[in-house]
């Protein structure tokens, strides 16, 4: 007889269908509501997820998934590894201090935030030092547990691993973090005593590590950190997540633990190894629907892999979703405007869970051929239907010939042609392209939007302000000026609103960090350009300069990253068809005479796979891609790319390979630590290292721009040297902008002109 098959969860979305948590958030944030009211929200929101998931049939439904802002905080809070300068002295950490921590004090800077594995999740990066004190500060996980226990649910705890907490965080002091193993692992002990105490039976650990590149001593630490754990009075389930577990298999395989959860979404062909070599006593948790995602499950192809498993092993097995469901939307119920076909091939979490059960009961031998049939005829329609695939794109990707993705010219003719004719003055001066998004025109096109404002007043009132700026860039003397972006309401979805095979819902939000949260599109299609796109307000914007306006445009591989993409084909081949599609709106800006059009690739780092061995391959489309949007464009004509994130070092020869005439990469931050990658490597092209940091209130003063640009200039050429800021200028006000771009310009002709004295100096004869 073979064993009951459980199902399971990994973690479900705590932001609520409505938002109800960022709402909650925010009002007490502001004043507007009291501690009491926030934890209410949350109870509310917690039992109402603990219900659905209970109600869907899912066994092992976790607990302290739940978070107020992070789960990586939350662990910091559970450990007591408060920075000093929040000044906690020891004991249960407060929710000011919890707050303080992600947020900032007026005393002390908020701690630094960065992106959980290759998700669009951010999490608050732990900051450690040799001497960081860990003690249990407390209780959220007990508390969590024995609420679920109160409302009848007996929960599993989610933790995350110590390892993976080590392995994510800051050393301070740069000393070994695994030094820190001995003294955290007792903390972890101590709680997971107390779980076991209330009743729990499992306790989930997540290691996400374990699908990353791992060296010896990463490894080791696994090791030790479980023959530790493994002594708790608990079963542990660790949990693998975000890829295959691949040359770590053999240590996970020697951890004592009761449980292993593998994806087998992102990696299925890791089933049969990690079926042999996980000894047999344990329970496999297999990762079949897709925590990432939200189109449905070939529920037929999930089948099949839990069979596999079935066979290759003849103990305990549970069925879940990939990972944690915290990645997809809550509810596709909420979604009332959208149309059924398209609703018919989507499933978010509470849709994941009924797939979870139905695939769990169906390996029980209660398989509900309803609900199989439908999701097979769902499958179907989504195969063929005619609006997900266009004969005409797909003949037009058959025909791409490498040429298309080569300039006519290499870069040294083209910049000499551009020159002739752009007449620039060395360091030229521009922005990354948005200007302050104004409350007043954030509320005019949401009046817009509701219908409340007519196109053409919209229009008016958008091409005043557009002038406006034009004609401040131009007084303050802006070499190349951009247009603002005031009629766009977001880099991505201003685009995947004007193009073929994307959808946009109406409440499909994911958090993002915090309170905040993003709703990406949908790209569930063969992608094309009706018509253009960007050409008018670029056009407006020229008529009220006689410089050269920046055409502004969003690369392939920044849609494709902050999207929720297609599944049915690589994304290398998805990523390609929004190329050509850019690459349409390149050509049509440049025959309507731009001159200068700059395609931001913002997220071009972020999207670099987590095993190292990957990064070649993904690196080699997503540049083909670039290449592709830019490749048509006669060599007059001046093409610019944008970066975000300061770490380019060791991907600088990809970022070379993207052949733009102009890059813009932030940097102020760190200090220009970029410009070390080029010492060793001489970028060929022109570069503007940001010189202004966007991201902070400050306004940076005329002399510290100098001094970055003089820095730049001991690795740099002056001919290829570019002044900007660092990123987008849409989330600050005018009141900084103003000052910051002006000193910007300043600095920019205090360096020119002592390049000019330097230059006259060395042509006087001797
Ligand atoms: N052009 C965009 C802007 O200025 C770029 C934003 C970004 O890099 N994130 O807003
Ligand atoms: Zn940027």
């Known amino acids: 007889m073979t064993s009951h098959i459980l199902s399971t969860n990994l973690g479900f979305p705590r932001i609520g269908s409505h938002r109800e948590l960022k709402k909650a958030l925010e009002n007490y944030w502001s004043g507007a509501s009291t ?39 939350d662990t910091i809070a559970m450990l007591g590894a408060v920075p000093e300068r929040f000044g906690h002295k020891g004991g249960a950490v407060p929710l000011d201090v919890y707050f303080g921590m992600a947020r900032g004090t007026p005393g002390a800077p ?27 500060s407390g209780s959220k996980a007990l508390d969590e547990f024995n609420e679920a226990k109160f409302l009848g649910l007996h929960t599993r705890p989610v933790l995350i691993g110590p390892v993976t907490f080590l392995k994510i965080a800051k050393m301070r002091d740069g000393t070994d ?17 107390a779980l076991a105490q209330a009743g729990a039976g499992w306790v989930q650990i997540d290691e996400p590590c374990l699908v ?91 089948e099949r892999l839990i069979e596999r498993a079935r066979e290759l092993r003849g103990g305990a097995l549970m069925v879940g979703p990939s990972c944690s469901l915290l990645h997809v939307p809550v509810d596709l119920d909420t979604e009332i405007a ?29 398989r509900d051929s309803r609900y199989f049939n439908a999701n097979a005829q769902a499958l179907g329609s989504r195969a063929t239907s005619a609006r997900i695939h266009d004969p ?5 990707l058959e025909a791409v010939t490498p040429d298309m ?36 025109i954030r509320e005019l096109r949401a009046a817009f939007k509701k219908g409340a404002v007519d196109q053409a007043s919209y229009d008016r009132q958008i091409e005043e302000k557009t002038a406006e700026a034009m004609r401040w860039q131009d007084e303050i003397g802006i ?65 009220y300069t006689k410089k050269p306006v920046k055409g502004m445009l969003t690369g392939p591989v920044t849609i494709l990253q902050w999207s929720f993409v297609r599944d049915d084909q690589p994304r290398s081949e998805t990523c390609r068809q929004i190329a050509l599609a850019i690459r349409d709106e390149v050509l049509d800006l440049e025959k309507a005479g731009v001159a200068i059009i700059q395609i931001d690739e913002a997220a071009l780092r972020e999207g670099l796979p987590i095993r190292k061995a990957q990064w070649r391959h993904y690196l080699d489309w997503a540049v083909e891609a670039f290449r592709l949007t830019a490749g048509g464009v006669a060599p007059a004509t001046q093409i610019h790319t944008h970066m975000c994130y300061s770490e380019f070092n060791d991907i600088i020869a990809a970022v070379a390979a993207m052949d733009a005439d102009v890059i813009s990469i932030e940097t102020s931050r760190s200090a220009m630590e970029l410009l070390d990658a080029f010492v060793g490597f001489a970028y060929p092209n022109d570069i503007g290292p940001g010189v202004y940091d966007i991201h902070s209130p400050r306004v940076p003063s005329q002399a510290e721009m100098e001094d970055l640009l003089e820095k730049a200039l001991k690795v740099l050429s002056p001919q290829q040297l570019w002044v900007n800021p660092d990123c987008g200028l849409k989330t600050r006000g005018w009141a900084e902008v103003k000052p910051a771009l002006i000193a910007m310009v300043a600095a920019a002709k205090a360096v020119r002109g002592r390049l000019a004295a330097q230059q006259a100096e060395r042509s006087i004869p001797a």
């Open 35 to 73: 501690a009491q009211e926030l934890l209410n929200t949350a109870a509310a929101l917690r039992a109402r997820h603990w219900f659905v998931q209970q109600k869907a049939g899912i066994d092992h439904v976790p607990s302290n998934d739940f978070s107020f802002y992070d789960q990586v905080l």
């Open 110 to 136: 908020a701690m630094e935030m960065t992106k959980w594995f290759d998700t669009n999740y951010h999490y608050i990066v732990p900051e450690l030092t040799a001497d960081t004190p860990f003690a249990l």
């Open 177 to 193: 973090r695994w030094a820190l193993l001995p003294r955290l692992l007792p903390v972890y002990l101590k709680l997971l005593a």
């Open 212 to 302: 990353g590149d791992l060296d010896d001593a990463a490894q080791a630490a696994l090791r030790s950190a479980y023959a530790v754990l493994s002594q708790a009075p608990v079963k542990i389930l660790l949990a693998t997540y975000f890829g295959a577990v691949d040359d770590n298999l053999d240590t996970l395989a020697g951890l004592q633990v009761a449980g292993v959860h593998v994806d087998l979404v992102r990696a299925p062909e890791q089933l049969d190894a990690v079926c042999r070599a996980i000894p047999g006593g344990r329970t496999l948790s297999l990762g079949v629907v897709n925590g990432r995602n939200i189109w449905k499950t070939a529920l037929t192809d999930a």
């Open 338 to 366: 959208m149309d059924t076909e398209l609703k018919s091939w989507l499933a978010f979490a509470t849709q994941k869970l009924d797939e979870v059960a139905a695939l769990t009961k169906a390996a029980n031998g209660m």
């Open 392 to 396: 005409v794109v797909k003949a037009r």
């Open 405 to 440: 993705a080569e300039r006519a010219a290499p870069f040294k003719a083209r910049i000499a042609l551009q020159q002739s004719l752009l007449k620039l003055p060395l360091l030229p001066t521009t922005s990354i392209g948005s200007l302050p998004q104004t409350q007043e």
């Open 479 to 543: 070499d190349v000026p951009v247009h603002g972006e005031y009629e766009r309401n977001d880099m991505v979805e201003y685009f995947g609103e004007q193009l073929r095979g994307f959808a946009f819902t109406e409440r499909a939000w994911v958090q993002s960090y915090g309170s905040r949260c993003v709703k990406p599109p949908l790209i569930f299609g063969d992608v094309s350009r009706p018509k253009p796109m960007t050409l008018y307000w670029t056009g407006i914007a020229q008529r």
